[in-house]
């Protein structure tokens, strides 16, 4: 191998490094900050769904939630709880998991909300919480 390949095999190898240790250890610290304040509460942490904050942005903080216009509740509430897959979305077992959904995702906003720096939150749907459990979406 001659000098100049050596060298930019070398160069590679420190700019991916540099990209993996900003992955693992960067990011926004207040993103954290926000992440930890929810995993702190029992309630919200021992929910199926993990709702975390990926940014903060003028006063904006985005949050994953498992409700969209795009993707039915009544699914989700199926992967969740899986006893209740497939149930009439009448039954008042599954209306009480539409209703505690409602009420954690609430409170989570209500949480963020009281933070100096979060004026309102913007849910998305957590694509990739559905992924990890088989579900594909195609666009």
């Known amino acids: ?13 420190a700019v991916g490094a540099i990209i993996l240790g900003f992955w693992i250890f960067g990011g926004d610290p ?3 900050e926000l992440n ?5 509460d029992t309630e919200i942490a021992a929910y199926p769904f993990p709702f975390h904050v990926t940014q903060v942005e003028n006063g904006m903080a985005t949050v994953t939630s498992p409700r969209s216009p795009e993707f039915s509740v009544l699914k989700f509430i199926g992967l ?14 599954v209306i009480a ?11 989570v906003g209500a ?5 100096p720096d979060v004026k309102a939150v913007n849910w998305v749907l957590d694509r990739d919480w559905f992924e990890e459990r088989g579900i594909v979406f195609y666009q």
């Not at 949480?111 to 933070?115: A, Q, R, T």
């Open 111 to 115: 949480m963020l909300k009281k933070e």
């Open 1 to 13: 191998m001659d000098k100049f390949t050596k060298r930019y095999i070398m160069a590679l190898a």
């Open 36 to 40: 930890d304040m929810l995993k702190a």
């Open 30 to 32: 207040r993103v954290r």
């Open 80 to 93: 969740a709880w899986p006893d209740l897959e497939g149930l009439d979305g009448n039954r008042p077992e």
């Open 97 to 107: 998991a539409q209703k505690r959904l409602a009420r954690i995702q609430q409170k």
